[in-house]
């Protein structure tokens, strides 16, 4: 049952050593708080908090029948929203293969005083949910949602 | 201290050289078994995504490679604390075999993660929380490794390695954690401790057993290096020649001695 002290002694070693490791990654994660997010999301920008015509990323979901495609070119216009608030994205280019309505998206891009965020680069951002093609359309045709959304439904 | 003798008897690497040689085969089966066939059942038998379509497939690989490089790293980590708090020499050899096998799957986990990436999200590469902090831990393996190598005393090696594998893991719940804690684009997890997964169970089953396989396949590495190890250090030790030599056929046995 008893330890031998010499050993209780390098255990308070190697628990201190941990604990001071934790408490310097919290001190690190605790200044970088911000700049480790990847974007932000539209509330911080209707919130004033993103910088004006600097390089910036925002992520959130491409709202529902907002995608306006150009028929003579690869300009495409949608709205990304938190569902609290909304950025106008104008961007040209191709877009990858999950980009839809409904789906998370990150943009990099600039935005800009009238409030429109010029995107050079779109990316689509998918959820943890997987599932059969006919699970899926099982669940749409019964008006259920997916039993396999978790908390993160936003895909924020 | 009867009660420490379970433990005490992992201090000998004679007794850990042979009972994972009886072990070894237990591991190598049944983790190729699972592994190759949660690969097949998954690649070929399982439908595709709804949304990726079969693209999604590489998660049978890129999930088991992410989960056990983290596991892996926990498990050298605690090798590391027995070697500091026990002087244990076996927790020394193992902590070192760990950091190769760990930076390789830490590796795989990113190339395979990047090769799914190009097609989804439509990019190889982003310095989000999760790919960021993964790639901290391939360097830390790699730091260990290294570190290792740059010291001529095996105890000095040994204890630096150690302190080094400790501080490193505090990255581990890090990573787990990264795609709660801040905006990624990489998604939460799918399989979920608490409460249902979000992966169907057609496309969790063969996932579980590749990651049941990977696991398998990791212990056996690391006891195969293990004793390959303990071979090195202990090549002037009367158990060790006793033993390699009664293997060998008699005539090499007897111009060996």
Redesign the interface.
């Known amino acids: 049952m008893a330890m031998h002290p010499l050993r209780k002694q390098r255990l308070a070693i190697v628990v201190f050593i941990l604990l001071a490791a934790a408490a310097a990654a919290a001190f690190l994660g605790y200044a970088l708080r911000e700049n480790i997010n990847l974007f932000y999301p539209p509330a911080d920008i209707a919130a004033g908090k993103a910088p004006l015509d600097r390089k910036i990323r925002a992520g959130g979901m491409v709202a529902e029948g907002s995608v306006q495609r150009a028929t003579d070119s690869l300009k495409v216009r949608f709205v990304v929203t938190d569902y609290s608030a909304s950025v106008p994205v104008q961007y040209e280019g191709i877009l990858p293969d999950l980009f839809a309505e409904g789906e998370g998206v990150v943009v990099t891009g600039q935005l800009a005083a009238d409030g429109v965020f010029y995107a050079d680069d779109v990316l689509a951002k998918h959820d943890e949910n997987y599932m059969p093609p006919e699970v899926s359309d099982a669940l749409e045709k019964s008006g259920k949602s997916a039993p396999y959304s978790g908390q993160e439904s936003t895909g924020l | ?1 009867a ?1 420490w003798a379970w433990f005490h008897k992992w201090g000998s690497p004679r007794w850990f050289y042979q009972f994972s040689g009886r072990l070894l085969p237990w591991l190598a089966v049944p983790g190729l078994l699972l592994f190759i066939g949660g690969c097949v059942w998954g690649l070929l038998f ?7 379509g079969n693209s ?1 497939r590489i ?1 049978y690989v890129h999930v088991p490679a992410a989960a056990v490089a983290m596991g892996a790293y926990m498990f050298m980590a605690t090798a590391a ?1 027995v070697h ?3 002087r244990m020499k076996l927790a020394a050899m193992v902590m070192k075999v760990v950091a190769p096998i760990g930076a390789s799957l830490t590796f795989l986990s990113l190339v395979t993660g990047a090769v799914w990436g190009k ?5 190889w590469w ?4 999760r790919i960021t902090s993964v790639l901290i831990l391939f360097f830390l393996y790699l730091g260990i490794i290294a570190l290792h190598q740059a010291f001529e005393n095996r105890e000095a090696a040994a204890k630096a390695c150690a ?1 080094l594998a ?6 581990i719940p ?1 990573i787990y954690w990264s795609v709660e ?5 990489h ?4 399989i ?1 401790f608490i409460g ?5 169970p ?2 969790l089953r063969p996932l579980m057993a590749t990651l049941s396989g990977m696991y398998l396949l990791f212990g056996w590495l690391v006891l195969l290096y293990t004793r390959a190890e303990i071979i090195d250090r202990e090549r002037n030790t009367r158990w060790l020649q006793d033993m390699l030599l009664t293997d060998r056929p008699a005539d090499s046995a007897e111009r060996g001695a």
Do not use: C
Not at chain 2, 166 to 171: D, K, L, M, P, R
């Open positions: 201290m009660n399982v439908p595709p995504d709804f949304k990726q999604f998660i604390a500091l708090i026990w097609p989804t999200w439509g990019t982003v310095w989000d929380a302190v400790i501080v490193g893991a505090v990255n890090i804690w801040w905006y990624s684009l998604q939460p997890a799918s979920k249902e997964s979000t992966i169907h057609t496309m």
